[in-house]
């Protein structure tokens, strides 16, 4: 998810809302260990970024306002095809080609109000635990790509 709201629509500290009032929720409640790659300290932050993307077992991407840093990590997983990565953008994000007609993307209510998130967490929740459950099944977003689909 981005670290910084460079649309003008969004107040400041909206992502790191998202992460611990939505996220972090709906994830733990998954099962999972949440952790965000926006951390203190003086490591190499694209280091612990790719790293991450690459060794987590599941990865959460917020497509939220289309950030390209997001977008480019989301193709670093995808193209791993590897381990699943659960999607969800806000529901006042606009729609994204390549992602929206070919993977399920969870769209969280933006207000992040106590009565949106008492919605939202139980859903992503289920989205994410859908994601996992499913790893093994469905046709990887590579292998349509790839067209290496086996009939």
């Known amino acids: 998810m981005p670290f910084v709201e460079k649309n003008p629509a969004r107040s400041s500290g909206f992502f790191k809302e998202v992460f611990h009032s939505l996220i972090s929720p709906a994830g733990q409640a998954a099962g999972f260990d949440i ?3 926006n951390q203190f300290g003086s490591d ?6 790719i790293n991450k993307i690459f060794d987590a077992d599941l990865i959460i991407a917020d497509l ?4 390209p840093n997001v977008m480019f990590e989301l193709g670093l997983r995808v193209g791993d095809n590897k381990r699943p990565t ?5 529901k006042d994000t606009g729609r994204l080609f390549d992602v929206d007609n070919m993977m399920r ?20 929740e289920q989205h994410i635990r859908a ?4 790893r093994t099944i469905n046709v990887s977003y590579v292998d349509i790509l ?4 086996e009939t």
């Open 35 to 37: 952790e965000w790659a």
């Open 105 to 124: 993307v969870y769209e969280y209510d933006p207000a992040l109000w106590k009565s949106t998130l008492e919605i939202d967490i139980p859903n992503l």
């Open 44 to 49: 190499l932050i694209q280091s612990t970024i």
């Open 86 to 90: 659960a999607l969800i953008k806000s």
């Open 146 to 149: 790839r067209k290496k689909i």
């Open 64 to 67: 939220t306002d289309h950030n």
């Open 131 to 134: 994601t996992w459950d499913n």
